[in-house]
């Protein structure tokens, strides 16, 4: 059984990821309207992989009891300056969603709840990742975005992403 603390930083989480779901999809949409297609993609499928995120922290607070309260989804931005804006947003908007996770590990640590540590692992290994992908992406993009040449390549290879829904816990 999880506290109600520990279950309050879960569902809070859960509406991180959710809103991230929606921050990413705002940032498609600009994509999609500079006709930069490949780049939308990458971005929903961030989207997709952020609301997976939200179902893995809903479920796994299900199955310890804990009460889950769905929080309201604050409206993202949906104006930015620019691409290389975007990327560097996205990825701030990463090392906010790991600072967040960690302080629930942190807490789940100092209440012995080693079920929720042992379940945050998996996210904090894909924070690891996601951090370390946004930064190269905001490295090639600054390389990139006065290129319309590398641009339209960059495009290209960021088309070719996929979503792969993670294997279950």
């Known amino acids: 059984m999880v506290t109600e603390k520990i279950a309050k930083l879960i ?23 500079k006709d930069l297609d490949g780049i939308a993609n990458y971005f929903r ?34 104006e930015f300056d620019n691409a290389t804006d975007i990327f560097e947003k996205a990825l701030e908007h990463e090392k906010i969603v790991t600072k967040s996770i960690f302080n629930i590990v942190k807490n789940a640590n100092e209440e012995s709840d080693f079920a929720t540590t042992s379940f945050l692992q998996w996210f904090i290994n894909e924070q690891v990742e ?13 390389m990139v975005c006065d290129n319309p040449s590398a641009l339209y390549l960059f495009d290209q ?3 070719q ?4 829904p993670a294997a279950a816990n």
Not at 11 to 33: D, G, H, P, V
Not at 45 to 60: G, I, N, P, R, T
């Open 11 to 33: 569902n809070e989480q859960i509406t991180k990821e959710q809103y991230a779901a929606q921050y990413y999809l705002s940032m498609s949409a600009w994509f999609s309207s």
């Open 45 to 78: 499928v961030q989207s997709k992989e952020e609301l997976m995120h939200a179902d893995k922290m809903f479920d796994y607070l299900n199955d310890v009891g804990g009460e889950i309260v769905i929080g309201e989804i604050p409206k993202p931005p949906h």
């Open 130 to 142: 996601e951090e370390a992908s946004a930064s190269q992406y905001v490295t090639k993009i600054k």
């Open 157 to 159: 290879e960021l088309s």
């Open 161 to 164: 992403r996929v979503f792969v």
